[in-house]
């Protein structure tokens, strides 16, 4: 079930909800337009925003239909481009709660992406220095996971359904899909249906 019709189900059920929900659908539906007036970002409908979006920068920005951007620590979903030839794709149907994205070169995400208070950078600094390793594209694939005080940095590459656990450093790395990786930075991943069995939850 998509997260517009889950938001949608559960407003029936609660007034109150109801009414977050219907603002959340004007807010999207008014950040879908000023951005797309102003040239920022393609943004398609439906777009369900009960908190802060920001997005800034001279690059490009696309977000797929069906996404929600939930309250976090990070206050909803800030976005940056750092060159005008800066990429960020975003699928649908992701939970974007307090994501934070600096771009120089190219981040993607696949479909149905959960992320919580989490920050997403393909360079080291915002501005180069004489230090600075350059922009590398990340991929983040359908149906990750990234959790709370995560980082994925440069050059990584986050498999589907992939779990990165709380407070984890990806920095370069690969994860394979269906796999938790955590630590700082990030040891050996651990495939998902081993853990599972060791829980007896499988």
Not at 41 to 55: D, G, K, N, S, Y
Request: include cysteine; charge should be positive; aromatic fraction near 6%.
């Amino acid at each position: 079930m998509s997260n517009v019709r889950k938001a949608l189900r559960s407003a029936i059920v609660d007034p109150k909800r109801a009414w977050r929900t219907a603002v959340a659908i004007v807010r999207g539906s008014l950040c879908v337009a000023w951005y797309r007036l102003r040239g920022k970002a393609r943004i398609a409908f439906p777009f369900l925003v009960f908190e802060r979006v920001r997005i800034a920068g001279p690059g490009r920005v696309a977000i797929g239909p069906r996404c929600v951007v939930h309250p976090n620590a990070f206050r909803g979903l800030s976005i940056v481009t750092l060159d005008r030839a800066a990429r960020v794709t975003i699928g649908s149907d992701c939970n974007l709660g307090g994501l934070a994205i600096r771009c120089r070169e190219s981040v993607i995400v696949g479909d149905r992406m959960m992320s919580a208070r989490s920050l997403i950078q393909d360079t080291d600094f915002c501005a180069p220095t004489e230090h600075d390793r350059g922009a590398s594209q990340i991929v983040i694939a359908g149906n990750a996971w990234l959790g709370g005080e995560s980082l994925v940095l440069g050059g990584s590459h986050v498999g589907a359904d992939a779990v990165l656990g709380w407070n984890a450093c990806c920095d370069g790395h690969t994860v394979p899909e269906f796999h938790l990786v955590t630590g700082n930075p990030v040891v050996r991943p651990v495939p998902i249906p081993k853990l599972l069995d060791l829980t007896g939850t499988s």
